[in-house]
């Protein structure tokens, strides 16, 4: 029987960047509005802050900078 362990991080040809796609449907317009002023309040784009929150969420961290008082 074939041993089909995975023991490489990255498949031949890979590149260790990945691409999420949001659509509006994947969260609430509530949580959207929310996203989006906080990213506001921090002084940076909706992008960047969903980037540094995955960014954590994916090394199991959990993203820490202080929500801003919506």
Request: proline share 7%; charged share 30%.
């Amino acid at each position: 029987m074939p041993d089909d362990t995975i023991t490489d991080t990255h498949t031949k040809g890979e590149t260790p960047y990945a691409t999420v796609k949001l659509t509006p449907t994947d969260i609430e317009p509530k949580d959207w509005a929310f996203l989006r002023e906080w990213a506001d309040r921090l002084g940076v784009s909706l992008e960047v802050l969903l980037k540094r929150l995955l960014t954590a969420a994916a090394i199991g961290q959990v993203y820490v900078e202080k929500i801003p008082e919506i």
